[in-house]
């Protein structure tokens, strides 16, 4: 078990559920952000917050394909707690949420995302 692993704790997957790519992330919301990691399944995204997240509150997010209306790029906001600072990931559901995350690599990550949709 290397440090990521201990820093950012598991979470079950469904039966059968493969991961296929993961990425370090943080969670942005509206004064603040959450550090840990994104995963992309064969059914979902996920995000898995670490340690010192999930004690001061934040908890696994995940959200099935299906309900994902929108996957793309959120503009800067230039705030320097949230992510802000950077252009992030957006996430829209048909529950009308917005969800943000900074990620390395957004291009890919949202190229990723959408090839797994389209493959779902």
Known sequence: ??????????????????????????????????????????????FRPSRVDRALGSRVWSVPFAALTEVGRAPRTWHPFNGGLRTRLRLATTDGAVHLFVVNGLARVIAAIDDARAAA
């Open 1 to 46: 078990m290397g440090f990521t692993d201990w820093w950012i704790p598991g979470a079950e997957l469904e039966a059968g559920e493969v991961v296929s790519a993961t990425w370090l992330a943080n969670h942005s919301s509206a004064n603040s952000s959450a550090g840990g990691k994104l995963e992309l399944t064969d059914r979902r995204l996920r």
